[in-house]
């Protein structure tokens, strides 16, 4: 081995990330130390066995599908999946691939994202909790309002049809008197709770104007890695229209959530790209998002893609939120999103805003 062959060599073996060699016939052929130490397998193991063997069984599917586009001499980019140690333990890695297809050879980089995928799952976890105290304080408000107004109305009514002045019993019309009193109180102080309940609500997405590329630029900088790492490009144009009156944390939040859909849902044989724009059409202020992703087989899809845990393709960490909130967030003040797409050939998410 000469000087370079040797450096190439140390380079191979002492860097941090999986560095693979794997055959067109599914076995790898040379991988680094990196992989051993990670998976717990000796190098003997890993070269005996189909590389599929060492998938989760739940992404052999999705994992077997993405390398036979590697044949068709198409890289792969930022592609997760799951493996199995030798333990038992499961890992998350995400893959950049590359064919050589003269050699009939995959050179592949894998990254341990495990920790990120633990990190977005509490995240998920988080925000479907959020999302379901809100629906449970709303929905305590309408259930305060319903259950306890209307027997206190009810008994304040009854109150008023007892003739006190026909009662000889002094005693037990100062009674009834007392018992009016208290019901009037507990009524003007059941109309404060429930007012104060609903005015909360109400300044927790309170309207006001939102510059588009103010929202954008602050999102992508809160999301500055994920960006790097999966070469996305994003195109924007906001010069026909810049502003509207909304609310920033939920417009933060639907470009938030469309970013990472959009990323997440890319298509393996090519790098993502997006395109967001604003205009005022018909009298309606609109953001048009789209991408060049996976997208949705509308006819199946339908109405539910907007609902709560509806998920639509095999992307294991998918929780079925983002989509959700995206349209919680634009129906709150009256807008209306719209969704167009076809599979393979990305999705364009129409959002109308009301003027005012």
């Known amino acids: 081995m000469n000087d370079s062959e040797f ?10 990330d999986l560095l693979c060699i794997a055959g067109y016939d599914g076995y790898f052929k040379k991988v680094n130390a990196a992989v051993s130490n990670l998976l717990g397998y000796t190098m003997e193991e890993l070269y005996a066995r189909p590389i599929n063997d060492f998938v989760h069984c739940a992404d052999k599917r999705s994992t077997q599908r993405v390398r036979s586009e590697l044949t068709k001499s198409k890289p792969l980019l930022n592609f997760h999946n799951r493996y199995v140690k030798k333990n038992g333990e499961i890992v998350w890695l995400s893959w950049t691939s590359l064919p050589v297809d003269g050699d009939q050879l995959v050179f592949a980089i894998a990254k341990d994202i495990t920790h990120t995928k633990r990190m977005e799952t509490d995240r998920n976890t988080l925000l479907t909790n ?11 408000t309408y259930t305060t309002s319903h259950d306890l107004r209307s027997p206190v109305n009810n008994l304040l009514a009854v ?12 005693e037990a019309a100062e009674l009834i008197r007392i018992v009016k009193l208290s019901g009037d109180y507990l009524k003007k102080t059941l109309d404060n709770y429930v007012d104060a309940l609903s005015e909360k609500h109400e300044k927790l997405a ?3 104007e939102v510059d588009f590329n103010k929202s954008l630029t602050k999102v992508l900088l809160s999301i500055n890695s994920l960006l790097e790492t999966s070469k996305v490009t994003i195109h924007t144009d906001f010069s026909k229209l810049e502003k509207i009156k909304f609310n920033n944390a939920y417009m933060e939040s639907v470009f938030l959530n469309l970013l990472t859909n959009s990323i997440k849902y890319a298509r393996p044989d090519c790098l993502p790209v997006i395109d967001i724009t604003s205009e005022k059409l018909n009298g309606r202020n609109q953001l048009l998002f789209s991408d060049n992703g996976m997208g949705f087989d509308m006819e199946k899809v339908k109405d539910k893609i907007f609902g709560l845990h509806q998920m639509f393709h095999n992307n294991i960490d998918s929780k079925g939120i983002g989509l959700y909130l995206v349209h919680n967030h634009i129906t709150s003040f009256a ?6 797409s076809k599979v393979n050939e990305g999705a364009k998410f129409i959002m109308s805003f009301k003027d005012t």
Do not use: H, M, R, W
């Open 7 to 16: 450096k190439y060599e140390l380079f191979f073996e002492l860097s941090p």
């Open 130 to 140: 959020l999302a379901n105290t809100n629906e449970d304080l709303k929905q305590l």
């Open 159 to 170: 109150l008023d049809l007892l003739d006190i002045s026909k009662i000889n019993d002094q």
């Open 206 to 208: 309170i309207k006001e």
């Open 335 to 340: 807008g209306k999103i719209t969704v167009e």
